[in-house]
């Protein structure tokens, strides 16, 4: 009876820390999966905007009154480079294709050194075959937009940002286990101290009612 007493309080004690431990493994995971989408869209949203290209004019133009007056610069209109650096052109690589009616245009690939033309227009071609708007192909996050030359389907390498994004994946996966292994020892050390009393005293009570049958039946 202890035994199994003992053992549903190790069970509901390693499920109440399973949960907790998953709950925030998840809420971890999914906010750096989100900021990691969002900079991403930010970006696309920036070259869309600019036609495939970022506007450096603009960045170029914020660094200056930076360094000129020491002041943020105002917000340009219609733009959202609050959200980058000046460096962010410099260091952001993505490429673009255009197609038309099924074929492909035009390409730019000065920002990326991975990707020849045949392998983006195997990118474009695809995304056009899946009918989406929007989403991830292998390690680059893409978005479809119409333009003067039929439809510019842009890309961001996420690379570094999917790698970062695993990492963090692993290492929150192995630290909860870790954390659920250590709790899983104490729970098994201290529930051992726990019931030991109640042990002894079941003992005691088992003995004494078997002592009190045995007077009872002696004559």
């Not at 949960?19 to 970006?43: E, P, W």
């Not at 995304?127 to 192909?137: E, H, R």
């Not at 101290?193 to 003995?207: D, H, L, T, W």
Request: hydrophobic share 40%; net charge negative; with cysteine.
């Amino acid at each position: 009876m202890i035994k199994n007493l003992r053992k549903r309080f190790i069970f509901a004690a390693m499920v109440s820390t399973f949960g907790v431990l998953f709950v925030i493994m998840s809420i971890l995971n999914i906010a750096n999966y989100a900021r990691m989408v969002s900079r991403a869209d930010d970006t696309l949203s920036e070259l869309v905007d600019n036609n495939g290209q970022f506007d450096r004019r603009d960045f170029l133009k914020e660094k200056v009154k930076t360094n000129a007056d020491s002041q943020p610069p105002d917000k340009p209109d219609g733009k959202s480079n609050d959200k980058f650096s000046p460096e962010t052109p410099f260091q952001t690589r993505y490429f673009s294709v255009v197609v038309s009616d099924g074929a492909v245009e035009s390409y730019s690939l000065d920002n990326i050194a991975a990707v020849d033309e045949s392998e983006a227009e195997s990118y474009a071609l695809k995304i056009l075959g899946d009918g989406s708007d929007s989403g991830f192909t292998d390690i680059y996050r893409y978005r479809v937009a119409d333009c003067e030359d039929g439809t510019r389907i842009i890309f961001v390498d996420c690379r570094q940002e999917l790698e970062s994004f695993r990492n963090t994946l692993v290492y929150s996966v192995g630290v909860s286990l870790l954390g659920f292994l250590a709790v899983f020892m104490l729970v098994l050390f201290w529930s051992k101290k726990i019931f030991k009393p109640v042990a002894e005293s079941y003992a005691k009570q088992k003995r004494f009612i078997t002592d009190a049958s045995h007077e009872i039946k002696t004559p």
